[in-house]
């Protein structure tokens, strides 16, 4: 006599389901504002004010086209990109793999 084994593994397909769910969803429900006011990223107010003594540093002055394909390392990706293509295209054709398999 052989016995199903369906009904099994859809009660523990639904156990899995139930757990990952609640696992997923409850930290969130469960956050609280004291996470938001102890952030890592907040900063100290002596560093506020270290940061404030400090003048803002000066962009350089970069002339910019607008295109990066312009420039010359725009014209060298695209002149690798070209060659690698051509290449996979080139070996694709030139394969040099002698089995009886293929």
Not at 12 to 24: D, E, F, M, R, S
Not at 42 to 60: G, K, N, V, W, Y
Not at 62 to 88: H, I
């Given at each position: 006599?052989?016995?199903?084994?369906?009904?099994?593994?859809?009660?523990?397909?639904?156990?899995?389901?139930?757990?990952?769910?609640?696992?997923?969803?409850?930290?969130?429900?469960?956050?609280?504002?004291?996470?938001?006011?102890?952030?890592?990223?907040?900063?100290?107010?002596?560093?506020?004010?270290?940061?404030?003594?400090?003048?803002?540093?000066?962009?350089?002055?970069?002339?910019?086209?607008?295109?990066?394909?312009?420039?010359?390392?725009?014209v060298a990706v695209l002149v690798?990109?070209g060659a690698g293509f051509g290449?996979?295209?080139?070996?694709?054709?030139?394969?040099?793999v002698l089995s009886a398999v293929?």
């Amino acid at each position: 006599m052989k016995r199903s084994s369906a009904p099994i593994r859809k009660v523990c397909a639904g156990a899995i389901a139930l757990a990952i769910g609640v696992l997923c969803v409850a930290p969130p429900s469960h956050a609280d504002d004291a996470a938001a006011r102890h952030s890592i990223a907040a900063l100290s107010p002596a560093a506020l004010a270290r940061l404030a003594q400090q003048p803002p540093p000066e962009t350089p002055a970069t002339a910019d086209n607008g295109s990066f394909f312009k420039t010359k390392r725009g014209v060298a990706v695209l002149v690798l990109l070209g060659a690698g293509f051509g290449y996979t295209l080139y070996s694709k054709s030139h394969d040099r793999v002698l089995s009886a398999v293929r």
